[in-house]
């Protein structure tokens, strides 16, 4: 009897000691670059507005194909040439309970700008607005200066934080002079690494933030919209890709970005990994030199016609005459190229050959623009029409480690060139070297890429083609100094177009002239995929990022 | 001793500036860090700006003054990427790697000495052989690829323990250790096995030629005559004397294996100094680097400084004055 008792009373006891686990929904994400810092408006680095993006939130949301959907701002519309209207989500709270009205818009305007030590500050999307009213807490009217299609698409960019969690109770008035609309002070940059000021409106909250070692958010229980299933998020940089592959094939992380070339063929193999892939905005291309009567980077064209002026190195050493300003070459060189073949070869078929500078179905492209055809034998007779049959010899300039593949994709691409008589050889730097000596215009050629942060084909037009003009803003990564007065004009004029039908004519007009005088050569877009458990599904981003936000599991 | 000490002071201020110098222009003369962070997105107008706020545009002996004044007074500079004090972000980071340096001179210790002894008593036999091929593997094999095998049986085939990162953490007067939790020492091991391996090679190798040496001595003899057991005779007078080379050689290594241990925190994506470095390096932050190699030639320095003592108080025959620096 007693032995019965004890016995019982030890199994009751067994089965009350046995920890009872609810079972919390927690995300692990191996990240491939980490963020800079947590404070939203510091650097405008693709890593730190990945993680923004799950914190504070702006008015306006760029869906997976970056078209423009209402988040903060249920609608917008512009009222006159120079005014927009928007109209603001009622009902949303920030985390600590206070609620979002249009002052905390003011606010972060106002903020924006006086972010100290910004190495790429937000106010080049700041700097549109001339004046801001708010006749309600819920309605926002937007003064520019001159017609400026693009500020809802600027807005997407930077998320707004709580004026009143940062002590200012009283009304704002906003100056776009940038000194801070009268505000003394504002939260500082280590305040939103410890947490203290990282107050938003989205469907994270901060939980903890080690540099280098993991950024944790866990789920906002009051959060205004359909939230996420998420409890607990964990994002942990792994910047070496071979042992980010490791640790989701260990189980150590659910999902990571940027798995390498090489190791898809094992993942896709892999029953407890799925990989999730789309196009992106992300154009590979190669600029020429098209500046003056001679060139750095080639040999064998023979002198120079005329003396060259302005920055660069051959203004002070001797170089040849550059073969470049040439249209027939430049179709030549782009003739050369089998973009199917590094596609297919060189990319493992994760890339889509690019026949413009933004893919098919984006806005301002042109329907059915297609890669340049491949024609080695057509570029040699071009390049003999030219004046050089015996070719020449040209160096290209890549980063070895800031675009997928780049130096594979350069060492391709000097084979073609080779085939058809332009001897290549390819300069592959790192890529902190690689900006130093593009910035200083010595290279005849160089590979590059470029991700069109706003999803329309302004901005590769106006960053990459136009003529490189401080005052009107163009041109500010046109190293190549291509100029064509005639495509500014057409940039220009969209840039001010409000009307979405006639910005979208002229900017697939201005891609088509840019084309055809092959002042750039497209050639591909980079396809991005993620790899993650098999039971998650992860909607892919056209503009790269990774978020927790676009993670479910499967049902 | 005083006289050592001084001397050894005002050579180490020279080194300090002399590296510092040659740092900073080293940095600026690659390249602008505003071209790799500023987003491509920006004009022309925002580029200068960037330059202009980061004190970047003016000439380079004008950023080295203004840079050596504010480091005598306390302030390396602040980070270019992460707007925080370059040294405060050294100094948060740095005991992650302090915790893999000793946890990896330690295994090269624990492990290394006994070895090396092993292979020295017995040279002729299989185990004594077998170690010292393995030490050879020790030292030729990479640590990349190294880092990446112990990954691959570890965590991907056995699943035994994690790939990467740093475990669960503790405060520890005022310093957050992770080795005081079991999820903190799994973390821990195959990095500081990965970053052991060349300096238990090392060991093995020192302690294996010292004890060949001693084992000839006549000291040795008489202690075995005096009656000691054999035991004895192992424990405490040769282990005594191979110490001398293999505390000079692991003193050097444990400042490197502090400032260098970057490819094995890159592998395990270990938060610590030396993957700062290195990602700082590529993004040209250069308050970050020279605060960062300041540091580091200061400690190698103080390292050398305690090894040279250390040495003096193990041989009684050494006097500091013989010690050149």
């Known amino acids: 009897m007693k032995i019965r008792f004890v016995s019982f009373a030890a199994a009751l006891v067994m089965t009350a000691m046995v920890p009872v686990t609810a079972s919390a929904a927690e995300l692990t994400v191996g990240l491939a670059s980490e963020p800079s810092a947590i404070d939203p408006h510091y650097h405008n680095l693709g890593p730190n507005n990945e993680m923004r993006r799950h914190i504070f939130e702006s008015l306006v949301w760029q869906d997976e194909q970056q078209k423009l959907t209402p988040l903060l701002a249920t609608s917008w519309e512009p009222t006159s040439e120079t005014t927009w209207e928007f109209k603001l989500r009622k009902g949303v709270k920030f985390h600590d309970g206070s609620d979002f009205t ?17 190495p790429s500050s937000f106010t080049i999307y700041t700097r549109a607005m001339k004046k801001i009213e708010t006749p309600d807490p819920h309605t926002l009217i937007i003064h520019t200066e001159k017609p400026y299609p693009l500020l809802p698409v600027e807005l997407a960019v930077w998320g707004i934080i709580s004026a009143t969690a940062n002590g200012v109770t009283e009304d704002i008035t906003y100056n776009p002079d940038g000194m801070g609309c009268g505000i003394t002070t504002f939260p500082q940059t280590k305040d939103f690494n410890s947490g203290e000021a990282t107050i938003g409106t989205g469907m994270f909250k901060y939980g903890e933030y080690i540099k280098g070692d993991r950024y944790v958010m866990n789920r906002n229980e009051d959060y205004w919209g359909e939230g996420t299933e998420w409890d607990k998020v964990t994002f942990k940089p792994i910047t070496n890709s071979a042992a980010r592959v490791a640790a989701l094939l260990a189980g150590d992380v659910d999902f990571i970005s940027k798995p390498p070339t090489q190791d898809l063929e094992r ?31 080639v ?26 300003l040439d249209r027939r070459v430049r179709k030549a060189l782009s003739m050369a190229i089998n973009r199917e073949a590094i596609v297919d070869k060189v990319m493992g078929g994760y890339a889509v050959a690019a026949g413009e500078l933004l893919p098919q179905g984006f806005f301002g492209t042109n329907a059915g623009a297609k890669p340049e055809p491949y024609d080695p034998e057509g570029a040699k007779k071009l390049l003999a029409e030219a004046g050089y049959p015996n070719g020449f010899e040209l160096v290209l300039g890549t980063p070895n480690d800031r675009y997928i593949n780049d130096a594979k994709i350069a060492q391709a691409i000097a084979q073609m060139f080779t085939r058809i008589g332009v001897k290549t050889s390819v300069n592959a730097l790192t890529k902190s070297v690689f900006f130093a000596t593009r910035n200083k215009y010595e290279f005849s050629i160089y590979l590059a890429g470029w991700g069109a942060g706003t999803g329309e084909m302004s901005s590769p037009m106006r960053a990459l083609v136009a003529t490189r003009d401080k005052s009107r803003g163009l041109g500010g990564t046109n190293r190549g100094r291509y100029s064509n007065p005639a495509l500014d004009d057409v940039i220009l004029e969209a840039l001010a177009t409000v009307d979405d039908d006639k910005r979208a004519a002229l900017l697939a007009k201005s891609s088509r002239m840019a084309m055809e ?12 995929i993620w790899a993650h458990r098999a039971d998650l599904t992860y909607g892919a981003r ?14 | 001793m005083l006289a050592f000490t001084i001397r050894r002071f005002l050579q180490s201020v020279i080194v300090l500036f002399v590296m510092s110098v040659i740092v900073f222009l080293g940095i600026y003369a690659i390249g602008n860090p505003v071209d790799i962070l500023i987003n491509p997105e920006a004009d022309i107008a925002e580029q200068e700006e960037t330059i202009r706020r980061l004190g970047l545009d003016k000439p380079v002996w004008t950023q080295y003054f203004t840079f050596m004044t504010n480091a005598l007074q306390g302030d390396l500079g602040g980070s270019f990427v992460h707007n925080e004090p370059a040294l405060r972000i050294i100094m948060e980071r740095l005991p992650a790697t302090m915790e893999l340096a ?30 010292m091929a393995g030490s050879i593997l020790g030292f030729s094999l990479p640590t990349f690829w190294v880092g990446l095998m112990l990954i691959m049986l570890f965590s991907v085939m056995l699943g035994w323990l994690p790939a990467s990162g740093r475990g669960d953490t503790v405060e520890l007067f005022g310093i957050q250790v992770s080795f005081l939790t079991w999820d903190g020492l799994t973390h821990i091991f195959l990095p500081a096995l990965n970053l052991a391996l060349f300096k238990m090679s090392l060991v093995i190798r020192l ?22 057991s054999e035991v004895r005779v192992i424990r405490v007078h040769v282990l005594k004397n191979i110490l001398i080379p293999v505390v000079t050689v692991l003193g050097l290594e444990l400042g490197s294996v502090i400032a260098f241990a970057v490819v094995t925190e890159t592998v395990f994506a270990w938060p610590g100094i030396g993957k700062l470095l290195i990602d700082s390096i590529g993004n040209l932050d250069r308050p970050l680097v020279v605060a960062y190699l300041l540091l580091t030639v200061t400690m190698f320095i103080i390292i050398n400084f305690v090894v040279d003592i250390l040495y003096s108080l193990l041989d009684p025959r050494v006097r500091l004055g013989d010690v050149k620096s």
Do not use: W
Not at chain 1, 274 to 292: A, C, E, K, P
Not at chain 1, 309 to 319: S, Y
Not at chain 1, 543 to 553: E, R, W
Not at chain 2, 207 to 227: N, P
């Open chain 1, 517 to 528: 005088d092959y002042s750039i050569l497209p050639l591909h877009f980079e396809v991005t």
């Open chain 1, 102 to 118: 249009a002052r905390d818009f003011v606010y972060t305007a106002c903020r924006i700008p006086m972010v100290p030590n910004s």
């Open chain 1, 299 to 324: 040999k064998g064209t023979g002198k120079p016609e005329g003396k060259y002026e302005g920055e660069g190195p051959c203004a002070t050493t001797d170089c040849e005459k550059n073969p470049l």
């Open chain 1, 267 to 297: 993942l896709e193999k892999d029953p407890n990994v799925t990989l999730s892939s789309i196009g992106s905005n992300r154009v590979i291309y190669l600029h020429m030199d098209q500046y003056g009567p001679s060139t750095p980077g």
């Open chain 2, 102 to 131: 000793i946890g990896a001179v330690g295994l090269a210790i624990l492990i290394g000495i006994p070895a090396g002894m092993i292979a020295g008593l017995k040279p002729e036999s299989i185990v004594g052989r077998g170690i």
């Open chain 1, 542 to 555: 056209a503009d790269q990022y990774t978020m927790a936000i676009g993670i479910k599991s499967k049902k």
């Open chain 2, 207 to 228: 302690s294996r030629a010292g004890t060949r040496e001693v084992m000839l001595q006549d000291y040795i003899k008489f202690a075995r005559a005096k009656g000691l």
